[in-house]
């Protein structure tokens, strides 16, 4: 799927930007939740395990070094919470995994709130995720 989002969500980035839309944009280094040392098939598992599921209709994201995500993950309460926590992964130096978060609308019951990122909290984004981490015995070091 990650490889899928890589070659088509740039195309349609360039669609929907005279528009006013979309479909990749920069992470913000405000959402650096932590580096995980463990491979990204190993972290992908941990995520499984605490409940969070691959999100294929995220925007593509570009970490400020320039280098594409490995995907993007969302926690909800529910498929009908009114909130998600997305994370989304890049691959570091030496089996590490560089994760960031924020907290948003989910697409699924608010999705304009979404697109438009009303109510949009990276800080309590990456609080949750880090006590995520914490709390299911992944260790992460801040960078």
Known sequence: MTRFRRRVLPTVHRIKEPLG???QCITHP???VGT???DLASFRADL???EFTPEPIA?????PDGRRSAGSW????SIGADWQLHVTLFVGQHDTVEVFAHREYSWLTHPYKHYVSEG???AGGVSRMRSLLADNGVAFSIE
Not at 59 to 63: A, F, N, R, Y
Not at 74 to 77: G, K, M
């Open 21 to 23: 839309g979309f479909a």
């Open 30 to 32: 405000s959402e650096y």
């Open 36 to 38: 995980v040392r463990r």
């Open 48 to 50: 499984r395990a605490m």
């Open 59 to 63: 925007s593509l994201k570009t970490h």
């Open 74 to 77: 969302v926690h909800r309460a």
């Open 120 to 122: 949009w909290d990276t």
